[in-house]
C-alpha cells in the first residue's frame, strides 16, 4: 500500500509541475505582460519607472532563467503578489476557499445520497414510471445550464415567493450567536446548495442505476433472496454496497466539474468564494490570481482523485489482491 | 458485443463477419431509432430549433443589436418575448443568435473530435511508451477543470470568436479520447485486423480505413453528446461577458440581462430556455442512437 501510495503521490506532483509550466507560459503568452497591467492598472506611468519594474520582476530576463525562478518560487509556496490586491496570491485565494469548500461539498453530499437513493428506486423496478422520472430528472439536469437554473430558482422563492434571501453567504452583519449563525448561513446557502446539487444528480441518478441493475442480476443477490433474507437487506446490505463503487469512482471524478459548475452559480448568488474572485481578476486583467486559481483548482483535483483511489482499494479488496 | 465490424467493400482482406449489407444495417438502425419516442421527439425539436437559426432571420429580419422599442417591455405586446433593458428585442436575439451559438459549438466540436480521435487511437493502437505519453497528456487536461481553464485561457488571449471555440475545443477533449482509446484496445486483436497486417496493410491503412469505421458507432454517440457540452460551455463563457462582444450567443443574451432579471424575468428566461431545449433534444437523439446500436442495453 505505502509503496502504491508513493507512486500516485509523485505522479500527482509531476501533473502539478505540468500545471505550473504551462501557467508560465499562459502568462508569457498573454499580451503585454505583468508590469503593463499593473501600470494599465494605476493609469500610466513614466517609461524610465516601467523599466525600472520590470527589471524588479525579472521580467528583462531570458526566458529559460525566468521559467526557473518562476519554479524556484512555486516550490516555496510563493504564488505570486495580486496586482489588484497587492498582496499575495495565496493569502487572497485561501479567504475566498471556504465559502467554496462548503458549497461544493454540501451539494455534492446531496446530490450523492439523493440520487443514489433515486437511482436504486429505479433500479428496483425498471419498466415502471419511477424508471422514466429518473430517466427524465437525469436528462434534465444534463441539459439545463447551471447558471440560468440559478437565476430561476431565485426569480421563484427569492423574488415571486421571498423565502430566501438573494445574495450573500450570511446576513449582515451576521447574527452573533453561534447556533443563529449556522441557520442564517444554511438559510443563504439552500438555494445555491440546491442549484449545484441539481447538475451532479442527473450523473449520479444515472450511474446508481446502471450499476444496482448489474449488481441485482448476479448470482449472490438470487442466494441472498434464496435464503430467505429480507428485501430491504438483500437490496441495501448486499446489493448497495457492491454497487458502490463506480459512484465513487464517479464524485472523484466529477469534482473538476464541480468546481466549475461552483464558479457559475457563485456568480449568479454573490457568494464571496473563488467564482466571483476568478470572474473579477479577469475583468481587472489580474493574472496571478487567474493562474494561482488554475493551479489550486488542478491542485485539489489531483488530491481528490488520489483519495478515490484509496477509498476504492478499501471497498474492493480484490484490488489489493490482484497487486500480491 | 453488438456492433458488428462493417463490411468494406474496398478491402478485400477484411473478412465479412457479419453478411448484412450495410444500408440493411443503417436501415435497422433507423427503425429502433423510429421506435425510440424520446429520440424522434429529439430529432424533431432540433430540426425546428435548427430550421429557426437557418430561416429565421429571413422571416424575422433585423439587427438583433438595435434598439427597437422602449426597455423592458413585457413578452406579448410590442414585442413578443419583450425586450432587455435597452430596448432590444429578446425574440430577434433569440432567433439572430442561434446560428452563431451553433456555429460556435460545432467548430468546438470538431477540435474535440479531431485531437480526440488523433489521440485516442494512437494511443490504443500502438500502445506501450506512445499509450503511456499520450494517456499522461491527456489526464493532464483531464485535472484542470474545463469551464476555469476555458475562462483563463479565454482571458489571457483576448475574447473573440477564435479564441472562445478553440479553449472550448482544447479543454474538453480527453473524454472522447478515452473512449477512442478503448474501442481501439479492444478491436485491435481482432481477427479481420490481423487479416488486415497478414496482407501487409501498413499502420496507417489499419487505424483509418480498418479499426475507425468500426469503432465509429460509439465514437459517433459520443461526439453528438459532445455537442450539448460545448452549447453549454460556450454559454456558460458569454454568461460571463468572455465571448466576442460583435457576435451576439444566447449565453451572451442572459449574461448581459443579468443585473435585471429581478426586473423582468423574460430577458433571462427565454434564451436560457432554448439553450435547454437545444441541449436536452440532442442528448435525446444521443440516447436514442445508444439503444438503436445497443439493443442489449436497452433501459439502462
Given amino acids: 500500500?505505502?509503496?502504491?501510495?508513493?507512486?500516485?503521490?509523485?505522479?500527482?506532483?509531476?501533473?502539478?509541475?505540468?500545471?505550473?509550466?504551462?501557467?508560465?507560459?499562459?502568462?508569457?503568452?498573454?499580451?503585454?505582460?505583468?508590469?503593463?497591467?499593473?501600470?494599465?492598472?494605476?493609469?500610466?506611468?513614466?517609461?524610465?519607472?516601467?523599466?525600472?519594474?520590470?527589471?524588479?520582476?525579472?521580467?528583462?530576463?531570458?526566458?529559460?532563467?525566468?521559467?526557473?525562478?518562476?519554479?524556484?518560487?512555486?516550490?516555496?509556496?510563493?504564488?505570486?503578489?495580486?496586482?489588484?490586491?497587492?498582496?499575495?496570491?495565496?493569502?487572497?485565494?485561501?479567504?475566498?476557499?471556504?465559502?467554496?469548500?462548503?458549497?461544493?461539498?454540501?451539494?455534492?453530499?446531496?446530490?450523492?445520497?439523493?440520487?443514489?437513493?433515486?437511482?436504486?428506486?429505479?433500479?428496483?423496478?425498471?419498466?415502471?414510471?419511477?424508471?422514466?422520472?429518473?430517466?427524465?430528472?437525469?436528462?434534465?439536469?444534463?441539459?439545463?445550464?447551471v447558471f440560468w437554473l440559478g437565476m430561476m430558482v431565485l426569480i421563484v422563492f427569492a423574488d415571486l415567493f421571498p423565502l430566501f434571501p438573494a445574495y450573500g453567504l450570511t446576513s449582515v452583519p451576521p447574527p452573533e450567536n453561534a447556533w443563529a449563525f449556522a441557520v442564517d448561513m444554511a438559510h443563504h446557502l439552500a438555494l445555491p446548495v440546491f442549484t449545484l446539487s441539481i447538475l451532479f444528480l442527473a450523473s449520479y441518478s444515472r450511474i446508481s442505476r446502471a450499476s444496482m441493475l448489474d449488481v441485482l442480476g448476479s448470482d449472490y443477490i438470487r442466494t441472498a433472496r434464496a435464503k430467505g433474507l429480507l428485501e430491504s437487506v438483500v437490496v441495501l446490505k448486499h446489493a448497495l454496497r457492491n454497487a458502490a463503487l463506480p459512484i465513487v469512482t464517479l464524485a472523484g471524478l466529477q469534482l473538476g466539474h464541480a468546481f466549475s459548475g461552483a464558479v457559475l452559480v457563485e456568480v449568479v448568488f454573490s457568494l464571496p468564494g473563488i467564482g466571483p474572485l476568478l470572474y473579477d481578476s479577469i475583468i481587472r486583467h489580474d493574472y496571478p490570481i487567474m493562474l494561482g486559481i488554475l493551479f489550486g483548482a488542478a491542485f485539489t483535483v489531483v488530491t481528490a482523485n488520489i483519495l478515490t483511489d484509496l477509498v476504492y482499494r478499501i471497498l474492493d479488496p480484490r484490488i489489493r489482491l490482484h497487486e500480491k | 458485443m453488438v456492433q458488428q465490424p462493417a463490411v468494406r467493400a474496398s478491402l478485400p482482406w477484411v473478412p465479412a463477419e457479419d453478411e448484412t449489407q450495410p444500408e440493411i444495417r443503417w436501415r435497422v438502425t433507423w427503425q429502433m431509432f423510429c421506435a425510440n419516442k424520446g429520440a424522434v421527439f429529439g430529432l424533431l425539436l432540433l430540426s425546428v430549433i435548427i430550421l429557426m437559426g437557418l430561416l429565421g432571420p429571413l422571416v424575422y429580419p433585423g439587427d438583433p443589436f438595435a434598439i427597437v422599442a422602449q426597455p423592458f417591455l413585457k413578452p406579448g405586446g410590442e414585442a413578443a418575448l419583450g425586450t432587455d433593458y435597452i430596448g432590444r428585442d429578446i425574440l430577434i436575439g433569440?432567433?439572430?443568435?442561434?446560428?452563431?451559438?451553433?456555429?460556435?459549438?460545432?467548430?468546438?466540436?470538431?477540435?474535440?473530435?479531431?485531437?480526440?480521435?488523433?489521440?485516442?487511437?494512437?494511443?490504443?493502437?500502438?500502445?506501450?511508451?506512445?499509450?503511456?505519453?499520450?494517456?499522461?497528456?491527456?489526464?493532464?487536461?483531464?485535472?484542470?477543470?474545463?469551464?476555469?481553464?476555458?475562462?483563463?485561457?479565454?482571458?489571457?488571449?483576448?475574447?473573440?470568436?477564435?479564441?472562445?471555440?478553440?479553449?472550448?475545443?482544447?479543454?474538453?477533449?480527453?473524454?472522447?479520447?478515452?473512449?477512442?482509446?478503448?474501442?481501439?484496445?479492444?478491436?485491435?486483436?481482432?481477427?479481420?485486423?490481423?487479416?488486415?497486417?497478414?496482407?501487409?496493410?501498413?499502420?496507417?491503412?489499419?487505424?483509418?480505413?480498418?479499426?475507425?469505421?468500426?469503432?465509429?458507432?460509439?465514437?459517433?454517440?459520443?461526439?453528438?453528446?459532445?455537442?450539448?457540452?460545448?452549447?453549454?460551455?460556450?454559454?456558460?463563457?458569454?454568461?460571463?461577458?468572455?465571448?466576442?462582444?460583435?457576435?451576439?450567443?444566447?449565453?451572451?443574451?442572459?449574461?448581459?440581462?443579468?443585473?435585471?432579471?429581478?426586473q423582468a424575468w423574460w430577458t433571462v428566461s427565454f434564451p436560457g430556455f432554448v439553450i435547454l431545449l437545444t441541449v436536452l433534444s440532442i442528448a435525446l437523439i444521443g440516447d436514442g442512437l445508444n439503444d438503436a446500436y445497443n439493443p442489449k442495453l436497452r433501459g439502462r
Fill in chain 2, 94 to 262: 433569440i432567433v439572430h443568435g442561434a446560428r452563431p451559438t451553433m456555429a460556435i459549438a460545432l467548430s468546438a466540436t470538431l477540435i474535440t473530435a479531431m485531437v480526440g480521435l488523433t489521440v485516442g487511437a494512437l494511443a490504443g493502437f500502438f500502445g506501450g511508451k506512445v499509450d503511456s505519453f499520450l494517456m499522461g497528456v491527456t489526464e493532464f487536461f483531464q485535472v484542470l477543470p474545463s469551464l476555469i481553464f476555458a475562462m483563463v485561457v479565454v482571458a489571457v488571449f483576448t475574447p473573440s470568436l477564435s479564441t472562445v471555440i478553440v479553449a472550448i475545443g482544447v479543454t474538453s477533449w480527453t473524454g472522447i479520447a478515452r473512449l477512442t482509446r478503448a474501442e481501439f484496445l479492444k478491436l485491435r486483436e481482432r481477427e479481420f485486423v490481423m487479416g488486415a497486417r497478414a496482407v501487409g496493410a501498413n499502420d496507417r491503412t489499419i487505424i483509418i480505413k480498418v479499426i475507425l469505421p468500426n469503432a465509429l458507432p460509439p465514437l459517433i454517440i459520443a461526439i453528438t453528446l459532445q455537442i450539448g457540452l460545448c452549447i453549454l460551455l460556450e454559454a456558460a463563457l458569454s454568461f460571463l461577458g468572455l465571448s466576442d462582444p460583435d457576435v451576439l450567443t444566447w449565453g451572451m443574451m442572459i449574461g448581459q440581462s443579468r443585473d435585471f432579471f429581478f
Fill in chain 1, 1 to 145: 500500500m505505502p509503496k502504491y501510495l508513493l507512486r500516485r503521490v509523485v505522479y500527482g506532483a509531476a501533473l502539478m509541475f505540468c500545471v505550473i509550466v504551462l501557467n508560465f507560459f499562459l502568462i508569457h503568452a498573454a499580451p503585454g505582460d505583468a508590469v503593463g497591467a499593473m501600470v494599465a492598472e494605476s493609469g500610466g506611468a513614466d517609461p524610465a519607472v516601467v523599466a525600472q519594474l520590470r527589471a524588479s520582476y525579472g521580467i528583462d530576463q531570458p526566458l529559460h532563467v525566468q521559467l526557473f525562478k518562476y519554479l524556484g518560487k512555486m516550490a516555496t509556496g510563493d504564488f505570486g503578489q495580486s496586482f489588484h490586491y497587492d498582496a499575495p496570491v495565496f493569502g487572497v485565494i485561501m479567504q475566498r476557499l471556504p465559502s467554496t469548500l462548503l458549497l461544493t461539498i454540501s451539494a455534492m453530499l446531496i446530490a450523492v445520497i439523493v440520487g443514489t437513493a433515486l437511482g436504486v428506486i429505479a433500479a428496483l423496478r425498471p419498466q415502471g414510471w419511477r424508471n422514466h422520472f429518473v430517466t427524465l430528472i437525469s436528462l434534465a439536469g444534463y441539459a439545463t445550464p
